[in-house]
């Protein structure tokens, strides 16, 4: 009897821990697949045939946002050149020799200017970037007037102003801050070919004071500058495997200006753009993927395709911060074209 009535027990015993390994793992599956991505996993999405890889983005964009929105930010340098860092890229840091003129932070009613005309124009976001290494607090103080002016006059707002310290990311919570825009730019083990003044996790700290300030992060980067394929699927694992990925992915082709260090390098080709587009669409589907710089190289069939492959958000207005950018007319031509409308 007892016996007969152990050996069910045990099965049962033997039975349950197997289910629960079985349980175990299918939620590890499930995690894995909901946020979890590994790089040789995005490289499999950007090795799809085209169409393929078209369809699966456009199918998940489909199910996560209205496919004919796209989500219009203008950008303002507020505080352009001379900055402190070594970023490759960047026209704006003092020891390149570039064509940027260093200008001082720019005066409240200039600023509030832009943003109006921004907004005439029908952007809902406005996007204030400074070059900077990382705020001083006596340069904060005007920062957080404006957003707190640009605010009230109705448009989200953005800023950029590099890395922040203890206590800075609350202020700007405070001042009526949506979003914090502040790139990884590319895989952890290309960064130091870009980069050297700073590293990644300098950069991750201050995404994660963003986060806990409960500001919505913005956090994208640059391809085009001589990374390998693996390394562009390497940043998207990076955003995409984020505790919370960002709610805003800005990618941009990069926009080689004379002077910085990758000037020169290979352009890439335009259907990998596109297919880097896809990938930040399938392994983040319920963020905005911004089609950033390099849109004003960029045929107008390739912008198309990017919108087909989801890319949900641009910047709208004939210059990014230092460097040009579509001509407003331009791009209301393309969106009555593809039959998009702004949001
Ligand atoms: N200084 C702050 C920082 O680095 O975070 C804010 C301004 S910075 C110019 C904002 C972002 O612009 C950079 O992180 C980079 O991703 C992008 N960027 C700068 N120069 C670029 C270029 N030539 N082409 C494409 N993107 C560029
Ligand atoms: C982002 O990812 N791209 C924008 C915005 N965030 C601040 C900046 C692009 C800058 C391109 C070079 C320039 O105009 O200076
Ligand atoms: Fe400075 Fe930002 Fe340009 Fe780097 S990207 S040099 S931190 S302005």
Known sequence: MLETNQKPAQESIINLDSLNKDALKACKNETKSANRWTVAEIVALFEMPFSDLMHRAQTVH????????????????????????????????????????????????????????????????FCMGAAWRSPKQKDLEPVLKMIAEVKAMGLETCA?????????????????LDYYNHNLDT????????????????????????????????????????????QRAGL??????????PESVPINLLTQVEGTPLHGTEELDPFEFVRTIAAAR?????????????????????????????????????????????EAE???ALFAKLGIHPI
């Open 62 to 125: 489909r199910e996560n946002f209205d496919p004919n929105g796209v989500q219009v930010s203008t950008l303002l340098s507020i505080k352009t050149g001379g900055c402190s860092e070594d970023c490759g890229y960047c026209p704006q840091a003092a020891r390149y020799h570039t064509d940027v003129e260093n200008e001082p932070l720019m005066q409240l009613d200039d600023v509030l200017a832009a943003a109006q005309e921004a907004k005439n124009n029908g952007a809902s976001r």
């Open 282 to 326: 399938i392994t983040m589907p319920q963020s905005y993927v911004r089609l950033s710089a390099g849109r004003q190289s960029m045929h107008e069939g390739i912008q198309a395709l990017c919108f087909i492959a989801g890319a949900n958000s641009i910047f709208y207005g004939e210059k990014l911060l230092t460097t040009g950018n579509p």
């Open 330 to 332: 331009t791009d209301k």
């Open 187 to 230: 895989a952890p083990e290309f960064y130091g070919d870009v980069i050297t003044t700073r590293t990644y996790q300098d950069r991750l700290d201050t995404l994660d004071s963003v986060r806990e300030a409960d500001i919505n992060v913005c956090c994208g980067g640059i391809i085009g500058m001589g990374e390998a394929r693996h």
């Open 236 to 245: 998207l694992a990076q955003l995409a495997n984020m505790e919370r990925p």
């Open 160 to 176: 950029t102003l590099g890395m922040l310290k203890e206590g800075q990311a609350a202020q700007l919570k405070e001042a009526g």
